[in-house]
Antibody, heavy 118, light 108 residues
Framework: QVRLVESGGGVVQPGRSLRLSCAASGFSFSNYDMHWVRQAPGKGLEWVAIISYDGSNKYYADFVKGRFTISRDNSKNTLFLQMNSLRAEDTAVFYC???????????WGQGTLVTVSS | EIVLTQSPGTLSLSPGERATLSCRASQSVTNSYLAWYQQKPGQTPRLLIYDASSRATDIPDRFSGSGSGTDFTLTISRMEPEDFAVYYCQQFGSSKWTFGQGTKVEIK
């Protein structure tokens, strides 16, 4: 079955960087668009970024403003999110999600918590 | 960017009652690319409805979606104990994906 396992979260000071990873298994990773979605503690869902199945197209939420970069390594079935210039408001659980068609999300990892605090 | 506004914020119902959740978009949603997700405490979201009215795999037929343009509705015909959760709508347009703020359906 589909398995998505995020890692790389932790506590980081404002202005610093963090790189998240998502290891995928149980499906043909290279055939699917992949997304990052985040959820601040006790809050709603917020889409962050998408990368197309072959890595050729990437789109970001407006609030990213050039700070985050999504990438993937299809040879290793792994999705990444490089986050720079982190702010307190970036504190959230970050989920990697598999695209359902071009417009939705189906399978989700359990998430990795990023806490931005001095 | 299209903003989705869900109402009500909280819905208090008893098992067996009908639930009607609303999602209103700030602009027309392209081709009704709108979905509904259910999230229970400590769990990840589950896709219920896509393309405004198509049920996802293994979703019971008590869940139905309707609407077009800027107004969409998720209906749960008879609430089961396992249906008490937070529900989010989500849309795609102009290479952006956005979620509503969620409606919590709680036991009355």
């Amino acid at each position: 079955q589909v398995r998505l396992v995020e890692s790389g979260g932790g506590v980081v000071q404002p202005g610093r960087s963090l790189r998240l990873s998502c290891a995928a298994s149980g499906f043909s990773f290279s055939n699917y668009d992949m997304h990052w979605v985040r959820q601040a503690p006790g809050k709603g869902l917020e889409w962050v970024a998408i990368i197309s199945y072959d890595g050729s197209n990437k789109y970001y939420a407006d609030f990213v403003k050039g700070r985050f970069t999504i990438s993937r390594d299809n040879s290793k079935n792994t999705l990444f999110l490089q986050m720079n210039s982190l702010r307190a408001e970036d504190t959230a659980v970050f989920y990697c999600t598999k695209g359902y068609g071009s417009y939705y999300f189906d399978d989700w990892g359990q998430g990795t918590l990023v806490t931005v605090s001095s | 960017e299209i903003v989705l506004t869900q109402s009500p914020g909280t819905l208090s119902l008893s098992p067996g009652e009908r639930a009607t959740l609303s999602c209103r978009a700030s602009q027309s949603v392209t081709n009704s690319y709108l979905a509904w997700y259910q999230q229970k405490p400590g769990q990840t979201p589950r896709l219920l409805i896509y393309d405004a009215s198509s049920r996802a795999t293994d979703i019971p037929d008590r869940f139905s979606g309707s609407g077009s343009g800027t107004d969409f509705t998720l209906t749960i015909s008879r609430m089961e104990p396992e249906d008490f959760a937070v529900y989010y709508c989500q849309q795609f347009g102009s290479s952006k994906w956005t979620f509503g703020q969620g409606t919590k359906v709680e036991i009355k």
